[in-house]
C-alpha cells in the first residue's frame, strides 16, 4: 500500500505542474490507477487528484478533453467519476462530466465502470 500512496503522490505533483494543459493533467491523473489498493483510503486519495484535474478544465473545453481520450481512459475517468460521487465534492461538475462522458462514450463505458472487478 505504501508504494501505491508514493505513486499518487508522484501523479499529484505531475498533475499540479500541468494544470496549464488541462488535457494533459487529466491524461496524467488517469495513468496508473491504484487496482491493487486494498485500503479505501488510497482509492479515495487517488480519485481526488484526477477530480483536481478536471476541476482545472472549463466547461466549454470539456467535449475536446474527452475526444482527446482513449477508451480505456474514458472507461477509468468513469470509474473515479463514480468513486467521486459517493462523496459530496463537486457534485453538479461531476454530474456534468458523467453526462458529457456517457455521450462520447456510451452507455457501455458506464456498464464497464460498474463491473466488480478492478474497482477505484
Given at each position: 500500500?505504501?508504494?501505491?500512496?508514493?505513486?499518487?503522490?508522484?501523479?499529484d505533483?505531475?498533475?499540479?505542474s500541468?494544470?496549464?494543459?488541462?488535457?494533459?493533467?487529466?491524461?496524467?491523473?488517469l495513468?496508473?490507477?491504484?487496482?491493487?489498493?486494498?485500503?479505501d483510503a488510497?482509492?479515495?486519495l487517488?480519485?481526488?487528484?484526477?477530480?483536481?484535474a478536471i476541476?482545472?478544465?472549463?466547461?466549454?473545453?470539456?467535449?475536446a478533453?474527452l475526444?482527446?481520450?482513449s477508451?480505456?481512459?474514458h472507461?477509468?475517468l468513469?470509474?473515479?467519476i463514480?468513486?467521486?460521487l459517493?462523496?459530496?465534492?463537486s457534485?453538479?461538475?461531476?454530474?456534468?462530466?458523467?453526462?458529457?462522458?456517457?455521450?462520447k462514450?456510451g452507455?457501455?463505458?458506464?456498464?464497464?465502470?460498474?463491473?466488480p472487478?478492478n474497482?477505484?
Amino acid at each position: 500500500e505504501n508504494e501505491l500512496l508514493k505513486k499518487i503522490a508522484e501523479r499529484d505533483k505531475a498533475v499540479v505542474s500541468l494544470l496549464s494543459n488541462p488535457t494533459e493533467a487529466l491524461k496524467a491523473a488517469l495513468t496508473d490507477p491504484p487496482y491493487a489498493a486494498t485500503s479505501d483510503a488510497t482509492r479515495k486519495l487517488s480519485a481526488k487528484v484526477v477530480i483536481k484535474a478536471i476541476c482545472a478544465v472549463p466547461e466549454k473545453d470539456v467535449p475536446a478533453v474527452l475526444e482527446a481520450l482513449s477508451e480505456l481512459e474514458h472507461d477509468i475517468l468513469m470509474k473515479y467519476i463514480y468513486r467521486a460521487l459517493e462523496g459530496t465534492e463537486s457534485n453538479a461538475q461531476l454530474l456534468r462530466w458523467h453526462g458529457a462522458l456517457t455521450e462520447k462514450a456510451g452507455l457501455g463505458c458506464i456498464m464497464r465502470a460498474l463491473q466488480p472487478t478492478n474497482r477505484l
